[in-house]
């Protein structure tokens, strides 16, 4: 262990967990050592710092950086502010470069590889400047399992809709191969094509708002042969103003459940067939919508209409 390590225990030890540290970040200090009274002036410097199991405080301000958090830290915590529109996180352009898919540039603002990691609090901007990748809020891949995204806002303000709609285009928040995932409580917002895009399992998409989807609002969608989207919860969201469907459902045995689904341009819930199945997104191999449980949903004003069912053994009530 090393003297950093050593001072941010002492700060913040208590009688009845000494193995857990946290960290503090402030915008405008210069701090080495992520202390109360040192803070860091980056929330990846105590990523860096910090191990399993620690909490980094994040002092309202704004934070112009893209953050990674690394398989080794298991049960990583990072909080804003009490008010999540204070603790503002705005991409700055990835430096690092990353692609997703291969020979794809994206600007991802939250990367998250470790399991059980909770972000919460935050408000997350891809910032007005002429897109020039593509973009995710939040995106969870393997080793990730059981991350939590609570309280936080993801928005877009893009300029220009980069690589839409002719190549896998922006997310909100995009977890893959994953499961356990929540989200709850979080407001999704402005220009990404996709705000929740979930080819997972286990997951709980829970009390969102998920406004103005330039395509799908909520998709669980069977993207390619090593992905299963099977027992998600999808449970009372505030979905309006998708350009396509408010709510999109490609895998099989997910609970669709007292939802809003407003003002969609396509379907407000769409239970999709095989890949020819108009509307869907395509996925990686054929998939049907089955076993799923639609009930007591409020669907108004959807374009195309309020529910569509073209998979299989579906109970929708």
Avoid: W
Avoid at 170 to 180: E, M, Q
Wanted: aromatic letters at 4%; one cysteine or more; glycine letters at 8%.
């Amino acid at each position: 262990m090393n003297i950093y390590r050593s001072l941010i225990i002492l700060a913040s030890m208590s009688p009845t967990l000494l193995q857990a540290a946290n960290l503090f970040v402030n915008s405008e200090s210069n701090g080495a050592n992520c202390i109360a009274t040192a803070p860091c002036a980056t929330i990846q410097e105590a990523i860096n710092l910090a191990e399993s199991n620690d909490t980094i405080h994040v002092a309202a301000g704004t934070y112009v950086e893209n953050i990674a958090i690394p398989n080794s830290k298991d049960g990583l915590t990072i909080r804003g502010a009490k008010h999540r529109k204070t603790t503002i996180v705005s991409a700055g352009g990835d430096a690092v470069p990353k692609q997703a898919p291969a020979g794809v540039p994206v600007d991802i603002i939250v990367d998250i590889f470790a399991p059980n990691v909770t972000i919460a609090n935050l408000t997350l901007i891809h910032p007005a400047d002429e897109a020039s990748k593509r973009d995710m809020g939040v995106f969870i891949r393997p080793p990730a399992s059981d991350t939590t995204i609570r309280n936080c806002h993801v928005k877009r303000e893009r300029v220009g809709a980069v690589l839409e709609p002719t190549a896998p285009g922006s997310r909100a928040v995009f977890a893959i191969r994953t499961s356990g995932t929540a989200v709850l409580h979080n407001t999704l917002s402005g220009n990404y094509q996709d705000h929740i895009h979930f080819p997972t399992s286990g997951s709980t998409i829970k009390n969102n708002k998920v406004l103005n989807a330039t395509r799908i609002g909520i998709t669980i969608i069977q993207e390619n042969a090593t992905t299963l989207s099977e027992d998600n919860l999808i449970i009372a969201n505030k979905v309006l103003n998708s350009g396509g469907d408010g709510i999109q459902i490609q895998g099989d045995s997910n609970v669709v459940f007292a939802n809003k689904v407003i003002g969609s341009g396509g379907y407000g819930i769409h239970l999709c067939g095989e890949s020819s199945s108009p509307g869907c997104v395509p996925p990686g191999q054929d998939a049907t919508a089955s076993q799923n449980i639609v009930k007591a949903n409020r669907l108004k004003d959807n374009s195309l209409g309020n529910l569509a069912d073209a998979g299989s053994d579906n109970i929708v009530k």
